[in-house]
Structures are given as structure tokens and as C-alpha cells.
């Protein structure tokens, strides 16, 4: 038996195309009417759904209110159910139908793809970025996250340092587009992360293509010439993966060090501190899955694509000041890589970074011994 699409109506399509699209849309209004999910749904299902519990995101709403375009339609979309739409697409990723046909949001795929960029651009608002991820730029700054650091047992240590690989597709057909292609094989961005022993990011660069390496965009970021003058300032450091090369302000470990010698203990201990900086990336990643290995960012603007790694890093530092509980890291183990041979650090310094290698060394000797006495 065939569906019976008109009914007892007049069989006249375009007709009955409008009244069907009427009916959505009213119904869509009754739906967001007759339907608060900060008040309908437990805590536990709304972590699950949007990451994140109701006090916050009605704090989240409150701290970005400002930066949203005053619209006066009797029909606006309340802030809360764009916050929700965002959430969802930044916890699930990356389909706008799926985020905006919950019945929590309601929205059009039209209205979902607006709401997402509203709420993409609010959070990387200069004045939001700037409250949630920064830096520490002075003495008094640097102090408690240094003495924080410490805990994990080397000394002076400003923060930690990694990279991962970002998925993106659509992008231009053109020769620009083959310099995002990652030593995997796809498209991506390559996203250099610092962050402390809370796991609070403290600089995130996601403008980078895949092809480059985390060395290369070390080398070209502004937090470089911040980490150097803390270097002279404060004498502390940050610890990076083989990626990298050493220099007085950034120490790596000696992989290839034979295991019972002082190198080998050096690089445990380096290994032991700097997986903050991979439990961050993991946790940030299996909070927003749109930034996870097995999701894709599927816009044709690189630029755009950043800006949602801007805005995940951002709500994960939210999540961080208000106390949500971090979900378990999304761990995924990576083969080391090694920094070429590209090194623009005049001999003195290099040396100096040698130096100052020689007395973590001679520290976490000196710290394995005091432990086995």
C-alpha cells in the first residue's frame, strides 16, 4: 500500500509544501516553548548531552551575553538554546542537523549553522580569550604556577608543551591545500598547546597547517619570545617531547639514553612531569569530541576551523575555574618524533641550554637517590 502523502487535502504540491513547512516550524516553537532542559533533565544526562551542568551554563551564558549580535524578533532563539546547540555540536561533532533537531534545541540546520558561528566567534572574542587562556607575563604571574609545576618534580618549570594533529576537510582545492597534509596522510591542523599541572591551558596556536612541524611552530610563535624573557627574568623553563630541541627555555628528554645512567633518569622524571600536558589533550579532546581523532572539522576555512579549536580550548579552561570534574583523558599514543636539524639559537645559548640540561640531570640524580634512601 502506497503513503497517502495529500490525504483528504488538494493533491496541490507546492501547496502542500508550504503547509508542511508552516506545521515544522510552529511545532518547532511549541517544542522550545513547552521545554526547559535546564529543569527537565537530571545533572548526569546533561553532562552526557552538553559536557557540562546547568549552574555553568547559565554562568557561560551571563560571561558571553555581551559579545552576541541585539536582535529584536518576537522570534529570537533564546542565548540559552544557542549555548545549548554550540555545546552539543562542540561535544559530538561535527553534524549541525543532529545538534539542532535535539529536542532540548529545535532549531533549523540554517539556524543551527548561525548559531554556531555566533557562538564560535563570541568565545574567541579577544576579550574572552584573553580572560580564559592567557599566559603568565610577569613575576608575580609566574610564581604560583611555577611553585604549582613543582609538585611534579622538576624544579623551575613554567609549563608543558605538546602539539596534535587537528582533522579538517572541504578545504580549497588549490596549492595551499597540500600544505595541510600531515604525516598521516590527511588533512589538518597542526595546534601547539601549553598548559600547566592543572591542565589549565596557558597558550593555544591554531593557525598552523599540518605539514609543518612542531618545531617549525614553536619557532614562529609569539609565546617563544614570552618564554625566553621569563627565562632571563625567573630562570624557569618549559618541557617539551623530542619535537623540539633544547635551548635555556625549553628542555626534551634523551630518549635514546641507556637505561641506570643519570640520562635515563633524567628523562623518566621529564616523561613522569610532562604528561600534563598529554592528560590535557586528552582531556580536552573526550570533552569536545569535535576536536577528537575519529571527528573531522568539515569547513573550507582553515581560519574558521581554528577558531573552533580556540573556542574548545576556552570552554575547557571554563570547566577548569568552575569546577567541572574532567572526563577521563582520550589517550592516543603517537610514535616519537624527532626535531630536525634546524636550530637558530647562537652557540653561546645553545650551550647555555646544554647547561642548563646538565643540572635537571644532576637534579633528578640527586632525587632518585634522597627517594631510595
Not at 497517502?4 to 508552516?22: C, I, K, M, Q, S
Not at 546533561?46 to 551554563?57: C, M
Not at 643519570?262 to 586528552?282: D, M, Q
Not at 581523532?293 to 579549536?309: E, K, L, Q, S, T
Amino acid at each position: 500500500m502506497e503513503f497517502d502523502y495529500f490525504g483528504d487535502r488538494p493533491h496541490n504540491v507546492a501547496l502542500e509544501h508550504r503547509r508542511r513547512l508552516n506545521l515544522q516550524i510552529h511545532e518547532r516553537f511549541r517544542i522550545r516553548d513547552n521545554n526547559d532542559p535546564l529543569q527537565t533533565l537530571s545533572v548526569t544526562e546533561f553532562v552526557r548531552l552538553y559536557r557540562i551542568p546547568q549552574h555553568a551554563v547559565v554562568e557561560l551564558a551571563n560571561v558571553l551575553r555581551p559579545y552576541f549580535p541585539q536582535r529584536r524578533s518576537p522570534h529570537q532563539i533564546p542565548l540559552i538554546r544557542k549555548i545549548l546547540v554550540a555545546l552539543s555540536f562542540y561535544g559530538v561533532g561535527p553534524y549541525q542537523r543532529l545538534a539542532g533537531r535535539s529536542v532540548d534545541c529545535s532549531v533549523s540546520q540554517t539556524s543551527s549553522s548561525r548559531i554556531i558561528r555566533e557562538v564560535t566567534l563570541a568565545l574567541n572574542h579577544p576579550e574572552i580569550l584573553t580572560q580564559y587562556i592567557r599566559f603568565p607575563l610577569t613575576h608575580e604571574e609566574r610564581a604560583p604556577v611555577i611553585q604549582s609545576n613543582e609538585r611534579l618534580g622538576m624544579p623551575r618549570v613554567l609549563g608543558f608543551m605538546d602539539g596534535f594533529l587537528q582533522r579538517v576537510s572541504h578545504l580549497p582545492k588549490d596549492g595551499d591545500r597540500q600544505s595541510f597534509f600531515c604525516r598521516k596522510g590527511f588533512t589538518a591542523l597542526n595546534v601547539q598547546i601549553i598548559c600547566d599541572a592543572d591542565l589549565r591551558i596557558m597558550n593555544v596556536d591554531a593557525r598552523w597547517p599540518g605539514s609543518l612541524t612542531d618545531n617549525t611552530i614553536w619557532t614562529a610563535s609569539a609565546a617563544r619570545n614570552v618564554v625566553e624573557h621569563a627565562y632571563w627574568e625567573d630562570r624557569c623553563w618549559l618541557l617539551g617531547d623530542s619535537g623540539y630541541y633544547t635551548a635555556p627555555w625549553l628542555h626534551i628528554p634523551l630518549i635514546h639514553a641507556a637505561p641506570g645512567t643519570p640520562e635515563y633518569v633524567y628523562t623518566r622524571l621529564h616523561c613522569h612531569c610532562r604528561n600534563a600536558v598529554e592528560r590535557c589533550i586528552g582531556v580536552l579532546k573526550e570533552r569536545w569530541r569535535l576536536l577528537s581523532c575519529d571527528r573531522c572539522i568539515n569547513y573550507g576555512d582553515a581560519g574558521y576551523a581554528g577558531m573552533f579549536v580556540n573556542a574548545c580550548c576556552v570552554l575547557h579552561n571554563f570547566c577548569i575555574a568552575r569546577g567541572v570534574p574532567n572526563p577521563r583523558p582520550r589517550l592516543e599514543r603517537e610514535p616519537p618524533v624527532l626535531a630536525d636539524d634546524y636550530n637558530d639559537l647562537p652557540e653561546n645559548i645553545r650551550l647555555r641550554g646544554l647547561a642548563e640540561m646538565q643540572y635537571l640531570i644532576d637534579y633528578a640524580n640527586q632525587r632518585e637517590n634522597m627517594n631510595a634512601l
